[in-house]
């Protein structure tokens, strides 16, 4: 069986939540949450055809809804600076 262009099979929580492009750079950017933990914690997957850049458990709220609505929260501005801070 092979997965979806938008899975990540090293990460089963992960969400394809959209996508970042500039120029000819293009990343798939995903959120995985760990919902079953309390507080719920949440950290972005940015995938690219070449390699895979992921922040820590960056994210904590109270429930998997909360970390959706306070990722929604970040523009593509704000998100091509977290991916540019990492290594």
Not at 2 to 25: F, K, M, Y
Not at 50 to 64: K, Q
């Amino acid at each position: 069986m092979t997965s979806s262009p938008l899975d990540l099979p090293e990460h089963p929580g992960a969400r394809h939540l959209g996508d970042l492009a500039r120029g000819d750079l293009s990343w798939r950017v995903f959120l995985e949450t760990s919902p079953d933990q309390h507080p719920a914690r949440a950290r972005v997957h940015f995938v690219s055809s070449e390699t895979t850049r992921s922040t820590g458990w960056i994210f904590m709220e109270w429930t998997e809804t909360d970390l959706l609505r306070r990722f929604s929260d970040f523009s593509a501005v704000e998100l091509w600076k977290l991916l540019e801070s990492l290594p």
